[in-house]
């Protein structure tokens, strides 16, 4: 499995994230945790919305930024674990928070600021780092941790190379 080495997308805009976004869930499997990098308005809640897109969570379950209640949940063909940890500080406050727990789960859990977990990272995890080259483009860089997202890197390969291809 040595072949998993990061996988670094050009820089793509909104549409392009979405189609990722659409590609990216035809992959996930119960108990998949994504983390997710990058600065204030990198477009870190703005890819969960799009992953929640193509999880039939119902229009009533609104998906917004978790920022202020650590963790939202939601319901769809997973269930949806969305925590924001930017108000934290590192591992010790995530426990304290009480959300250690919701990183062994059954369904899929998408965490904004994930540096704050520290020791506390999952044993697998697809890391998704978001880079911002300019106002309408973002650089993904995508890197499989653990043999349940290493399986996946020939299609995580195929996917960016669809989405590449796809007119911004
Ligand atoms: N190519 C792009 N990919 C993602 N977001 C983009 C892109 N171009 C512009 N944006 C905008 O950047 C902002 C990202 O905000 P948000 O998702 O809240 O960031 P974060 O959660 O990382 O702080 C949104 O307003 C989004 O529309
Ligand atoms: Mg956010």
């Not at 890391?127 to 890197?143: A, F, G, K, M, V």
């Amino acid at each position: 499995m040595s072949s998993a080495y990061p996988i670094r997308t050009q820089p793509i805009t909104l549409r392009q994230l979405k189609f990722f976004a659409q590609k990216l869930s035809a992959l996930f499997e119960p108990g998949d945790t994504l983390l997710l990098e990058g600065g204030l308005g990198a477009g870190k809640t703005t890819f969960v919305q799009f992953i929640a897109g193509n999880l039939e969570i119902g229009n009533d379950q609104y998906v917004s930024s978790p920022s202020f209640s650590l963790l939202h949940e939601y319901s769809g063909t997973l269930q949806v674990f969305h925590m924001d940890l930017y108000r934290l500080t590192d591992e010790d406050d995530v426990e304290a928070a009480g959300l250690l727990d919701y990183l062994e789960h059954h369904g899929l859990c998408l965490i904004e600021w994930p540096e704050r977990l520290g020791t506390e990272k999952p044993d697998n995890y697809l890391l998704i780092e978001i880079n911002i080259p300019d106002s309408e483009h973002r650089t993904l860089t995508l890197t499989a941790c653990g043999p349940s997202w290493k399986k996946r890197h020939s299609k995580l390969i195929s996917i960016v190379d669809q989405m590449n291809q796809q007119i911004a």
